[in-house]
């Protein structure tokens, strides 16, 4: 034991007399570690935000929406025509009768062309739907309530509005209680839902509209003062468009039922809709799944790249330790000319380059984490000052710190071995005789 203690004062000591060399040595392995933790944890960061934003749709859920086929498309917009597409009344109705172990079905009708209120005017992304929406795509109300049974049954003229349309549209005065307008017809607002996270990123993309900007009202509402029809006036020109449903939310009783009735589902919804040239399924789950595949093959990814940074490391520490070991020729011979065995020598730079690489780690990982919370801190506040709208998270993660320290430390010692070995093989006549 008291030789291992004298080992590591002599490598400690060595090391101390030249405080810059060693601080050069070991700048690989402090960049490497660094490298690698920063870039996991961003890695790391970007896989929770998209499962986040994926698990917000609802891992259980199976999403139907109408989807205006490319030839209604072009026929309608440029001849003005009505154009009939999208999911049916009967469509739900079968899928209901069909999957009666369903946690809930829920509909949505989309409603109206316009959402007014004075001088402000907003394409319409108002929805008549029902209380179970909201539980089954994972909202909150901030304040309010949501739609209730009651407004169902009583046709209330009344709605629920997003976080951005409760900002815009009524800037100085509290939303509740408060009227708005869809096309012609007066809304009372009840309730007013939480923001959600979803705009511009990954989720918003999936939904495929910033919830932020919601309108809901009950669906028995929609259908009496809306019907099927949606008729739009833009740059002079006019089209109309015939929707039953714009979208189903079906929530699976379970995560292992999802994909069995996903594919249920889709032989019903075929039934009415061969082709499915005006339908299109959306599954979380899957998309879950596929995140999280590609978030690990990221991760191994950017930690490979940032491995080289380590490799880098240790080359640079080994060839620093062989020009040591030139430089402390007669050093070594002295030591052998003593007593030191090749042993003593093997271990003395083993140790140097060990402690080299310790500290260079613990460096490393200091400066890692340090990045990694500057990137969480700033990197939105840089986003949008350039316009880009996106978001970017950071994590941290305990086996990204404790993987690279083991490795750098590994690296370290490896690169080590053999200057130390070349060390010891010196004859220690020649040694002595060496200037």
Do not use: C
């Amino acid at each position: 034991m008291t030789f291992l203690f004298e080992i590591i004062r002599l490598g400690l000591t060595n090391l101390r007399l030249h405080v810059l060399r060693s601080i050069l040595t070991a700048l690989g392995i402090i960049l490497g570690v660094a490298a690698v933790i920063t870039m996991v944890s961003i890695g790391e960061g970007t896989k929770q935000l998209a499962l986040e934003q994926i698990e917000r749709l609802g891992a259980r859920n199976i999403i139907i929406r109408s989807v205006k086929p490319p030839e209604a498309r072009q026929s309608g917009e440029s001849r003005g025509w009505q154009v009939s597409y999208g999911l049916l009344r009967t469509t739900f109705d079968h899928i209901e009768e069909s999957l009666d172990s369903a946690d809930s079905i829920v509909p949505l009708k989309a409603i109206g062309s316009e959402v007014i209120r004075n001088d402000i005017k907003r394409t319409s992304q108002a929805f008549g739907t029902v209380p179970g929406y909201r539980e089954a795509i994972n909202l909150r109300v901030y304040r309010g309530r949501y739609l209730t049974p009651q407004d169902i049954e009583e046709r209330a003229p009344v709605a629920v509005i997003g976080h951005e349309i409760a900002r815009d549209y009524f800037p100085l005065e509290d939303p509740l209680g408060q009227t708005f307008r869809i096309d012609q017809q007066s809304f009372k607002v009840v309730g007013i839902l939480q923001q959600v996270g979803l705009a511009g990123g990954a989720g918003a993309a999936l939904v495929g509209r910033d919830l932020n900007y919601d309108v809901h009202i009950p669906i028995t509402t929609g259908r009496e003062r809306f019907g099927d029809v949606v008729q739009r006036r833009t740059s002079g020109s006019f089209s109309a468009e015939k929707v039953e449903l714009s979208e189903i939310v079906y929530q699976a009783p379970s995560r292992e039922r999802v994909l069995t009735d996903a594919a249920l589902i889709e032989r019903i919804v075929e039934s009415h809709h061969p082709g499915m040239s005006d339908v299109d399924m959306l599954v979380p789950y899957e998309l879950l799944e596929s995140a999280k595949q590609e978030a690990l093959q990221s991760n191994i990814l950017l930690g490979a790249i940032a491995g080289i940074s380590l490799l880098v490391g240790g080359i640079g520490i080994m060839n620093i330790m062989l020009a040591s070991v030139t430089e402390r020729t007669r050093e070594i011979g002295i030591r052998r000319a003593l007593g030191a065995t090749k042993a003593h020598i093997v271990w003395q730079f083993v140790v140097e380059t060990g402690v080299l690489s310790a500290l260079g780690g613990l460096i490393g990982v200091g400066l890692g984490v340090g990045f990694a919370l500057l990137v969480n801190t700033f990197a939105d506040d840089l986003a949008r000052t350039l316009g880009a709208d996106t978001t970017i998270k950071t994590a941290i993660t305990s086996w990204s710190i404790l993987l690279s320290f083991s490795i750098a430390t590994i690296t370290g010692l490896v690169f080590g071995i053999y200057p130390a070995l070349v060390a010891a093989r010196q004859d220690p006549i020649v040694a002595l005789r060496h200037d």
